[in-house]
């Protein structure tokens, strides 16, 4: 990476398609007539059925089209609009031509230029159309040919473009990330449904009045809106202070945004969300939380204090369309995390990693120790394992015998810490933009370096693809969470008698773990998917159990059918109509 500021769009056009497609070639005008005639609802979007009816004129093979459609939907958001159509359009020419379907061989034909593909019985249909005798003027008379004859010649161009060096790679994403699946909304009640993935389930019979009724925003997260379900995957950053994180971001955007501001000392002293705008802003937290279009409306329960040490910066930066980066202030020791803060620190964190795609704890060799309040900041991320990496920053500072020391100083650290049995995964570079990686002091260490950023950011690449089935598993958690909650008062509010309600309600809240246990057996629910007991009393006993509404046996039929018809009914509308 030669130390410089990664930019993952500096070849763009060759690894996928910008958010827009410009109609300036005769290509992109016959793409946008094909595309008007498969889309056949003309909601510009083409669906499964509709792709399968319009790809079979390629005459290609139904595995050679699951591939097309598995690299053209690289988000899985179970259709294609314009330009994910367009890339459709060149993978299906790179088939006919023999050519293998890689990224790697489309970005190599896209440099070099891609013809379009033979798309049978279109020369009739789009000449009558437009007035003219073929669907592609512009294309040699040679290859006008029927899906079934002969391959004609190789779609590229030129010769083949060269690898890019690595650290340069375009990142694979997705072509309009604002045009987001409304299924799932549709199925927890939250914004308008999509005509093609309305769900069975409607937000007057299912889940939402459930968390209403029975409280469940305030013994879990917020009640979903609309933002959260439409929010673009994001990257939580987290650490003590110094280690790099603010650096980290920067090396990302390879500039500076608005506010940013690097010291040796505690810079950050807030949260700030990174984000994609057309002009460089801040904007307060209380004017965040109160736009509902906006993933932070649950954030406004942690207080003005909170709120007016969190902020979106907005600047223009291509990787910014895809992905926001949270960055937080640095962790600190004894007194001032817990008393000179005037909100809850290690909450926010947890309330933030359960909605980040990728949580990154950054170290340096000269903080590798882990404070008790970092370790209850990691303690949030409980449940969440499958999201953490772990980043030793700065590691080009020590020479080869001191890194191997602090790289098993850290993994001891940390396996005090992670009570798990599996390895944390820990990446070793330095992300430090505008500097070069420093070969005075180890001189052996540059292609180790190298090579963990490649595979850090290859982590980065994937976030958008991962994103919409994250998106349905944090959902899914939250149906069966709601679902043992609502059974918990449900069985609490059966027990409260006629007289005496004050007196009985502190018995069952002291003996709130035998009544779990009891649940358990007679639900025949696994004693991990509960609450935690002393967290749960605590809220609890705010509440008066009598005013909940007693528990129908039908509430809970309602959501064992969510989860068993309408969850895999709506993963489905989402999967490769080929497979």
């Not at 590229?156 to 990142?171: E, K, M």
């Not at 003590?240 to 994180?245: L, R």
């Not at 394992?385 to 020391?405: E, S, Y």
Request: net charge neutral; charged share 25%; aromatic share 10%.
């Amino acid at each position: 990476m030669d130390g410089q500021a990664w930019d993952p769009f500096t070849t763009l056009a060759s690894g996928g398609s910008s958010s827009a497609l410009p109609a300036s070639s005769p290509t992109d005008e016959l793409y946008l007539a094909w595309f008007e005639q498969a889309d056949t609802d003309r909601d510009g979007r083409l669906t499964g059925s509709d792709a399968v009816t319009f790809f079979q004129r390629s005459g290609l093979s139904r595995e050679l089209l699951a591939k097309v459609w598995a690299q053209a939907d690289y988000t899985r958001r179970g259709y294609l609009d314009l330009p994910a159509f367009a890339k459709a359009m060149d993978l299906i020419s790179l088939a006919q031509a023999g050519l293998p379907l890689s990224q790697d061989s489309y970005r190599q034909a896209k440099a070099s230029g891609i013809r379009p593909p033979r798309m049978a019985g279109l020369e009739v249909t789009m000449g009558s159309a437009r007035g003219t005798g073929t669907s592609n003027p512009f294309m040699p008379q040679q290859v006008e040919q029927s899906p079934g004859s002969a391959r004609g010649p190789s779609p590229l161009a030129g010769a083949a473009v060269p690898p890019l060096p690595i650290g340069r790679q375009p990142v694979p994403f997705a072509e309009e990330p604002g045009s987001r699946s409304t299924s799932q909304r549709s199925l927890y009640g939250s914004g308008r449904a999509s005509r093609r993935k309305k769900t069975v389930l409607s937000s007057k019979e299912a889940i939402r009045p459930l968390e209403e009724a029975y409280k469940f925003g305030h013994f879990f997260s917020p009640l979903l809106s609309a933002g959260d379900f439409e929010a673009k995957p994001s990257v939580l950053l987290l650490g003590q202070y110094s280690t790099g994180k603010t650096t980290f971001i920067k090396f990302l955007l390879g500039r500076d945004y608005p506010g940013l501001h690097i010291g040796p000392e505690p810079t950050t002293d807030r949260f700030v969300v990174v984000m994609n705008g057309p002009e460089d802003r801040r904007t307060p937290g209380n004017t965040l939380v109160v736009q509902p279009d906006k993933p932070y409306t649950g954030l406004a329960q942690f207080g003005n204090g909170f709120l007016s040490k969190f902020e979106a910066a907005t600047c223009e930066n291509r990787l910014l369309e895809e992905v926001s980066l949270v960055d937080t202030p640095g962790v600190l020791s004894g007194e001032k995390q817990r008393i000179e803060r005037s909100y809850d620190f290690i909450q926010v964190c947890g309330w933030f990693a359960a909605r980040c795609d990728l949580i990154l704890l950054l170290f340096d060799p000269y903080k590798l120790d882990i404070s008790d309040e970092f370790k209850e900041v990691i303690s949030t991320l409980r449940g969440h394992d499958d999201k953490v990496r772990v980043v030793l920053n700065k590691a080009d500072t020590v020479d080869q015998q001191q890194l191997m020391r602090v790289y098993g100083a850290l993994m001891w650290s940390l396996g005090k810490v992670f009570r798990a049995p599996e390895v944390c995964r820990v990446y070793i570079g330095s992300f430090n933009a505008g500097h070069p990686i420093r070969e005075d002091v180890n001189p052996l260490g540059r292609a180790l370096f190298e090579k963990e950023q490649e595979d850090l950011l290859h982590d980065l690449y994937e976030i958008p693809a991962r994103s919409c089935d994250r998106k349905v598993n944090e959902f899914v958690k939250r149906v069966r969470a709601a679902r043992i909650h609502c059974i918990i008062l449900g069985h609490l509010r059966k027990q409260m008698p006629y007289f005496g309600q004050k007196k009985a309600q502190e018995k069952l809240l002291d003996n709130l773990a035998a009544e779990f246990q009891q649940i358990q057996r007679e639900y025949h629910l696994h004693a991990g998917d509960f609450p935690d007991v002393n967290r749960y009393r605590d809220i609890l006993s705010a509440f008066d159990i009598s005013k909940f509404p007693k528990l129908d046996k039908s509430m809970i039929k309602q959501i064992d059918d969510a989860l068993a018809l309408d969850m895999p009914q709506l993963v489905r509308k989402m999967e490769n109509p080929y497979l």
